[in-house]
């Protein structure tokens, strides 16, 4: 029998990885899970939200299932630090990030599909003034390890990083900066790198059926970053006929996603872009509550809805939150382990209760999240897992 590792982490993250393993063993999928400790418990009583406990862990049953993780900046986070861990040097980072780096999970499957009756579909004007809803259906390719959140930057940079840069011609603009006023992030990407995320999406084009894959960056400002990824793409568009290459800006992007979001099938960026267009999608089809992904490496492969901790919404009793985005991705975990018959059934039993409509969470019923959403009539967390099984039944 497998071994899942569940990594629930913080905050909402403790209340839906639950869900989605009860929707798991409700379908069939049999699995022992093991619990990995990580998250901001573990940075406060240990100086390390990514225990090495839970990498060994990883390394021995590589799939992981995680739920959601709470991240703060630097000096807040060392703040909350236990008093004997205080002053330590200690230097908090985010532990999925670390994850992703350790195990070079290079990879990140972000799929933004509608589901027919969500009341938060994104809709728009039609020439009639009317009103339609276009079908969307978009996968983000983002390229997970590298970019701007490959965590080389520096407050103060050291003599020898600040040499090294007024090399560049263009740092004669900060010439005049003291070097504690400078903080300075890189965007570094690798050619290696892009091929890969470049063609796992063409790869997933080809066996989905999607027409085109838009290569979503900023090439006529990151002329290097961003042009090497476009580089890449048109080399390799080439193997891949039927499949047309587009590439759009960034910022462009965010004003083509609502105009006519349904003529964007895979898209691929780097890091941070990314992670901005994933969500701007996500909004399209009803938010993060829905937002499900995937991060994939050569070895070890970690599951999870892209919504964050949400600790206000933690200690409510009963639970309002919507627990979708993290079954849809045990959902992605089932397909990547070749159990798409049970992923199926699991993503039809959640098309049908949002197309019924009886059972909603308080993000469906469009009220603020708090303890009366149950008294407004939204279900709780635990019901709509109830609905999706009866629908497995």
Not at 1 to 17: A, E
Not at 65 to 92: H, M, R
Not at 358 to 367: A, C, G, N, Q, S
């Amino acid at each position: 029998m497998r071994t899942i590792v569940s990594l629930p982490g913080d905050g909402i993250g403790k209340t839906v990885l639950p869900e989605a393993i009860r929707v798991l063993e409700a379908v069939g999928f049999q699995a022992n899970y093991v619990h990995g400790d990580i998250g901001w418990d573990y940075w406060i009583t240990e100086g390390n939200a990514l225990p090495q406990r839970t990498i060994d862990l990883l390394e021995e049953h590589k799939i992981g299932l995680f739920g959601a993780i709470t991240s703060k900046p630097k000096d807040e986070a060392a703040k909350e630090l236990s008093p004997d861990l205080q002053g330590k040097g200690y230097v908090y980072f985010s532990p999925i990030v670390g994850l992703r780096q350790h195990f070079n999970l290079d990879i990140c499957i972000r799929p933004c599909k509608a589901f027919t009756g969500n009341p938060l579909n994104f809709i728009r004007k039609d020439a009639s003034g009317g009103f339609e809803e276009p079908k969307v259906d978009s996968v983000i390719f983002r390229q997970n390890t590298e970019g701007m959140y490959g965590g080389i930057e520096w407050t103060n940079p050291p003599k020898q990083v600040r040499d090294a840069l007024e090399t560049h011609p263009k740092m004669k603009n900060f010439a005049h900066v003291p070097s504690e006023d400078l903080a300075i992030s890189t965007r570094i990407v690798s050619r290696n790198a892009c091929k890969r995320i470049i063609r796992s999406a063409f790869e997933y084009a080809k066996k989905h059926g999607y027409k085109n894959v838009t290569v979503c960056e900023k090439p006529n400002v990151l002329r290097e970053t961003s042009g090497m990824m476009l580089g890449e793409a048109k080399k390799i568009a080439e193997e891949y006929s039927g499949i047309d290459l587009w590439d759009t800006n960034i910022d462009a992007q965010m004003m083509w996603l609502t105009k006519n979001p349904e003529n964007y099938g895979v898209l691929v960026s780097e890091n941070m872009f990314g992670d901005i267009i994933s969500d701007g999608f996500a909004g399209l089809v009803g938010g993060l509550g829905f937002a499900c992904s995937a991060n994939i490496g050569d070895t070890v492969s970690v599951f999870e809805p892209t919504h964050g901790s949400a600790p206000k919404y933690e200690t409510l009793d009963p639970s309002i939150v919507n627990p979708i985005a993290m079954v849809l991705s045990a959902c992605m975990m089932l397909d990547h382990l070749g159990e798409i018959e049970k992923s199926d059934k699991i993503k039809v039993a959640i098309a049908e209760v949002i197309k019924e409509g009886k059972v909603r969470t308080y993000d469906m019923m469009k009220l603020r999240g708090g303890a009366d959403a149950i008294s407004k009539g939204a279900c709780t967390t635990q019901e709509m897992t109830d609905a999706i099984i009866a629908r497995l039944k």
